[in-house]
């Protein structure tokens, strides 16, 4: 049932209204919603993308370790979610998206980011690819209309499937035993960012090996109204390995240790962006590596080149490690300990490197080609009092941890 | 097989002007035109054995200067006959009125108080087109390497440059973006004398006299110029192919190929740069230049949305074409007889546009895809001064008559012999007996125009020549003063800026803009 653009005109096609409802619901409940609830102890909520979601849902220091040492489970059904089908649906993504979606083999997910005429990045987000003409793009905002624009002189289509789908995150070192006890046959032939369908009552589930935490984990994907069995099939055989649900904290100090970056708070994506200087280019967010000038055509090429040729990128995302062990949260970069020079958007203290970690974006040169004698500015409160605590801090390659058991083949099966 | 520097789509006029231009400079130019001849929507046609019309543009009025003077047109065969054509407005319950010299130096017909008051305003309109046609003859302000002040600097000098006073300015800028009407009521009492105004600002655009901007359609008008005169008119000695033939001796004088039978099927790009064309029979020619003379969004189809951004394509997808205008053309037995028409009059511009709540009327009903039951029109009787356009004794008649949407709602195919019904009706009410004298018709809808001369949406100018899609932003922005997002792809035909109208200027600005690129 793949449209070609011609026969999608805006008199044929619903209104785009129709197709994207999620707003007329405050704080959607996920699919998941009964399990976490009766889980959520601390009652710790937020919203993620309209929906209800938890902060953190019994203890996040121990929910964080759970990651690290057990099996965490995470809905990321909030996760914005379009379906791309149709014959030119590699060509549509390779169009819309930075990376070459021709090396995207079938089975396979990539980590991609995609921008706007200008080359300022719109979102980043992972592409699954179901089969060869179908695939997913999962990310933190709602791109529908620009989405449907793209496929103008495509044979594809394109819809929302945000809540048609739900999402969970099963991460940590015995996530492998949890699935393969929950008799998912041949999960642990997957590689890392490799994407498989298991049969899952009367349908199917999509697990690929991918994650937000930089550990070993994977990420299933069912229909909603699979979402609950798939659930309570994970904690049945998971309570043996420490499978245990975790909120946003927990995921959040993952994915920092882990170097990724989180849309509209490391980065203001460019339909957010109310003031003209806070647009970024790929290049100006750390996602340079994916900007592929060899494959055809695709949104911001021209932009994004000319910045490079003339190397007029204004902004660097880099990695600090800051003296100490106080993090360095939206604290200002400064260089020589005067001249402001950026912003931390993201910090901890992160148990697993026993460092003091951050992400911060600092104005070219500063982090590009000057590097030295950079301090960060903190605030600490102390019983209604600031102190103020200049630290060094020092660019360090990102993810600041590594762990071997993330691409580990075959995965550790305890 | 010989290779060139530079591929022109289309051998519009401004494909030959473009690719003469160029050709002069040095370049080796092949022009590729579809059709079995060049001159797009300014050929001259048997429409009937015998008969022969300007197939679409019949009135030439704003051939620009420059273009005449760079292609040696004169040289080439172009005459200019020096008496101005005047332009009559009709009327069925009144004498005619007749603008006389260039767009009314004298009026017959009206009251002194009348043509007091038309000589005041047609001298605020001359000046007031006057300040903008220096924008309307260059390359428009570029502003993405400009800064805020730059371009009002730009915009104060290209006002200032005409010294205007103070009071003048402020008139000036007050009225810019008023509909045609408004203005019209303050100045002039005369129905004729207005509907014949707001006729012409509406001409070959989707508005009405009351749309708001409808005045700038006039202003388009008044900024053209034939020989020196601003304001004049003049129907070309062998209709309007004669322009297209001195243009093409012009373009073999400067080494230009032009293959006719050539339809272009797509812009080959690679790594965001054009290198060729592609043909409907597959040949592939390359050239590090392509000169697109084509519409803007047939030439972005042409390259694909895969070699564009979407924000880009969209904004493409967006630009209003569909066009109002129909051509009517009539083979008479003899000439025709407007009612209190003089008999040298008939060689002028009729006009029937008897109010501007008539024209207005006309107007409505095309805003719900229905054409006017009593449509308006500028009629030409080209024969009366070139009697080769017709066998002896009998006469051509040429119109173009508004508003006949594109997208008819109830389809053309019903709705032509519908029209065609209402069009001899309005002419038979002033040229009484005309019916019976005709031996051959042809009305050509916009969408027939579109189909016949690859116009999409049949449109005058390639695209609506409204304020949001003038200057920086014509076609769109991205792809205005002649550059577009793919390197080496330039456009240079009537959607882009200034816009339509048998006058070169977009192929003489987007030649000096590639030459000044230099490759
Ligand atoms: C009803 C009507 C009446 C008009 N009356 C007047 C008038 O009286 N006076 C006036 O000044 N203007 C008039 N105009 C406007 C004028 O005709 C146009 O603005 C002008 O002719 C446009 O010239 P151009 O060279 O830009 O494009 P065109 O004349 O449209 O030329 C484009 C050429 O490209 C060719 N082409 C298209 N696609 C391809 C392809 N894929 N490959 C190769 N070749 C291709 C076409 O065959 C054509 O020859 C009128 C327009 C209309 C619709």
Redesign the interface.
């Known amino acids: 049932m793949a449209k070609t653009a011609r026969k999608t005109n805006a008199s044929t096609r619903p209104p785009r209204a129709a197709l994207q409802g999620h707003f007329r619901t405050l704080r959607l409940p996920s699919p998941l919603q009964p399990r976490i609830d009766a889980l959520a102890k601390t009652e710790d909520w937020y919203t993620w993308a309209g929906y209800k979601a938890p902060l953190s849902l019994w203890d996040e220091e121990l929910e964080y370790f759970t990651i690290r040492s057990q099996a965490a489970a995470f809905d990321i059904s909030p996760m914005v979610k379009y379906r791309i089908e149709g014959a030119d649906a590699e060509a549509f993504c390779n169009r819309v998206t930075l990376r070459d979606v021709s090396k995207l083999k079938p089975g396979r997910v990539h980590y991609t980011a995609w921008c706007d005429d200008a080359g300022h990045v719109l979102d980043d987000g992972t592409l699954f690819r179901l089969a060869p003409t179908h695939f997913r793009l999962c990310c933190q905002e709602r791109h529908l209309p620009w989405l449907l624009d793209s496929t103008i002189g495509f044979d594809v289509m394109v819809e929302e499937e945000t809540e048609a789908v739900a999402g969970l995150a099963l991460q940590g070192p015995t996530s492998l035993a949890v699935l393969r006890d929950a008799g998912f046959a041949g999960v642990e032939k997957l590689k890392i960012f490799d994407l498989a369908e298991f049969p899952h009552e009367s349908g199917m589930v999509a697990i690929s090996r991918t994650g937000f935490t930089g550990d070993l984990g994977y990420e299933l994907f069912v229909p909603a109204k699979l979402a609950l069995s798939l659930w309570d099939r994970l904690f049945e055989v998971g309570r043996l390995h420490g499978i245990r649900a975790i909120g946003y904290t927990a995921l959040n100090r993952a994915r920092i240790e882990a170097g990724l970056i989180v849309a509209n708070a490391d980065f203001v994506t460019a339909e957010h962006a109310i003031r003209g200087d806070r647009l970024r280019l790929p290049d100006e967010i750390g996602l340079g590596f994916m900007v592929d000038a060899e494959k055809p055509h695709f949104n911001g090429r021209r932009t994004i080149l000319a910045a490079r040729a003339n190397r007029s990128m204004k902004h660097v995302l880099v990695g600090l490690e800051i003296e100490g062990n106080i993090p360095a949260e939206h604290a200002i970069v400064y260089h020589r300990q005067k001249r402001e020079v950026g912003l931390v958007s993201a910090a901890i203290w992160s148990p697993m490197a026993k460092r003091n970690i951050a992400i911060a974006s600092l104005s070219r040169p500063y982090g590009d080609t000057v590097t030295d004698d950079l301090w960060v500015e903190i605030y600490a409160m102390r019983e209604l009092k600031y102190e103020r605590l200049m630290k060094r801090a020092r660019i360090v390659p990102r993810p600041f941890i590594k762990l071997e058991r993330r691409t580990a083949n075959p995965p550790a099966n305890v | 097989m010989t290779s060139f520097d530079v591929i022109v789509i289309g051998g519009g006029h401004n494909g030959l002007v473009a690719a003469t231009t160029l050709g002069r400079a040095g370049r080796k130019v092949l022009v590729l035109e579809a059709a079995g001849e060049i001159g797009g929507a300014a050929r001259t046609e048997e429409f009937f054995p015998g008969f022969r019309v300007s197939s679409i543009a019949h009135v030439l009025n704003r051939l620009h200067p420059e273009v005449v003077k760079i292609l040696e047109l004169e040289k080439h065969g172009l005459a200019f006959e020096r008496q101005a054509t005047p332009s009559v407005a009709l009327s069925t319950t009144d004498d005619p009125l007749v603008l006389r010299g260039a767009y009314g130096e004298s009026l017959d017909g009206a009251t002194d108080s009348e043509a007091a008051a038309w000589r005041e305003l047609r001298a605020l309109l001359f000046r007031y087109a006057g300040i903008l046609k220096p924008f309307l003859a260059r390359r428009p302000p570029d502003l993405a390497d400009m800064s805020l002040s730059e371009t009002s600097a730009l915009a104060m000098a290209g006002l200032s440059l005409k010294r205007l006073g103070k009071e003048d300015m402020r008139d000036f800028l007050r009225m810019l973006l008023m509909n045609v009407a408004d203005v019209l009521d303050e100045h002039l009492e005369d129905d004729r004398l207005k509907g014949l105004l707001a006729f012409d600002a509406v001409l070959g655009s989707h508005l009405g006299p009351r749309s708001p901007t409808s005045l700038l359609g006039l202003y388009y008008r008044l900024a053209g110029e034939i020989g020196g005169v601003p304001g004049a008119q003049l129907l070309p000695k062998g209709g309007m192919g004669a322009i297209i033939a001195a243009m093409g001796a012009s373009a073999s004088a400067a080494g230009i190929v032009v293959r006719s039978n050539a339809e272009v099927a797509k812009i080959l790009?690679e790594k965001?740069r054009a290198v060729g064309v592609a043909l409907q029979n597959d040949e592939q020619i390359r050239a590090k230049t392509i000169v697109s003379a084509i519409n803007p969004s047939s030439t972005f189809?042409l390259v694909?949305?895969?070699?564009?951004?979407?924000?880009?394509?969209?904004k493409v997808?967006n630009i209003r074409m569909m066009g109002d205008a129909a051509k009517l053309h009539l083979a008479l037995d003899r000439p025709p007889e407007f009612l209190g028409v003089r008999t040298e009059d008939h060689r002028g511009r009729l006009v029937i546009a008897p109010s501007t709540d008539h024209v207005e009327r006309a107007f409505n009903p095309s805003k719900y895809g229905e054409f006017s039951p009593e449509p308006v029109m500028e009629i030409t009787l080209p024969s009366l001064a070139d009697p080769s356009l017709a066998p002896d004794g009998a006469c051509v008649l040429s119109a173009v008559v508004q508003y006949a949407p594109y997208a008819l709602g109830e389809g053309w195919e019903a709705g032509k012999p519908k029209f065609l019904n209402a069009i001899m009706a309005q002419l038979e009410a002033h040229a009484p007996g005309i019916a019976k004298s005709i031996r051959h018709t042809e009305l050509l809808t916009p969408l027939d125009i579109e189909q016949r001369y690859r116009m999409p949406g049949g449109h005058w100018h390639h695209g609506e020549l409204q304020a949001d899609q003038m200057l920086m932003s014509r076609p769109v922005s991205?792809a205005a003063g002649y550059s577009t997002?793919v390197d080496g792809l330039y456009l240079c035909g009537a959607g882009s800026h200034p816009g339509g109208g048998v006058s070169g200027v977009p192929g003489l600005n987007a030649a000096r803009h590639i030459i000044a690129m230099k490759a």
């Open positions: 790009v965001g189809s694909g949305s895969r070699e564009l951004d979407t924000g880009f394509v969209r997808k991205g997002p």
